[in-house]
T-cell receptor
């Protein structure tokens, strides 16, 4: 079955430093979504990437979808304490009837003030 | 607030027991998904329902079952509980079951099996 690997599992950064998490799929994806889960909270949708090579920005967050649609990354510039949480990527297989999202294990971000 | 509600918020029970978790999707959403999140683990997809019908099954144990009712709320039944079933159980909903649908997660039910 489809596997989505995410690295690193944990990342501790000093406030103001940049942060990147990477997501790799064993199969080609039709799209990839990113979610953020704050400590004690539930996953919240951040963004969806659909096109090969797509890059989207949300303020200090930059999301990329690989050319082969098998990998993705999330980069946060100048982290703030409000960025603390676990970031999950979730991919959908390309192919008819494949609507199930497969989540990566997430990257837990800690920001040291 | 995502608009998805889950009850109860916390559940403490003993091994061998049976529990039911409840989820009400966002107004108008037809799809409901159940996920299990154990400590330091990602979100393990369990099962999906669309408009009352089972549509996809993930790593759901035979001891677990779910259903979606005509009013679109869903219940996840966990039986013969084991210590390893202790986890956060999330329900999510989406408008339909399209390939580009966003999932909206509820606050979760924390299950502790003693």
């Amino acid at each position: 079955g489809q596997q989505v690997m995410q690295i690193p599992q944990y990342q501790h950064v000093q406030e103001g430093e940049d942060f990147t998490t990477y997501c790799n799929s064993s199969t080609t994806l039709s799209n990839i979504q990113w979610y953020k889960q704050r400590p004690g909270g539930h996953p919240v949708f951040l963004i969806q990437l659909v096109k090969s090579g797509e890059v989207k920005k949300q303020k200090r967050l930059t999301f990329q979808f690989g050319e082969a649609k098998k990998n993705s990354s999330l980069h946060i510039t100048a982290t703030q304490t409000t960025d603390v949480g676990t970031y999950f990527c979730a991919g959908r297989n390309s192919g008819a009837g494949s609507y199930q999202l497969t989540f990566g294990k997430g990257t837990k971000l800690s920001v040291i003030p | 607030d995502s608009g998805v509600t889950q009850t109860p918020k916390h559940l403490i029970t003993a091994t061998g027991q049976r529990v039911t978790l409840r989820c009400s999707p966002r107004s108008g959403d037809l799809s409901v998904y159940w996920y299990q999140q154990s400590l330091d683990q990602g979100l393990q997809f369990l099962i999906q329902y669309y408009n009352g019908e089972e549509r996809a099954k993930g790593n759901i144990l035979e001891r677990f079952s779910a259903q979606q009712f005509p009013d679109l709320h869903s219940e996840l039944n966990l039986s013969s509980l084991e210590l390893g079933d202790s986890a956060l159980y999330f329900c999510a909903s989406s408008a339909r079951q399209g390939a580009f649908d966003t999932q909206y997660f509820g606050p979760g039910t924390r299950l502790t099996v003693l």
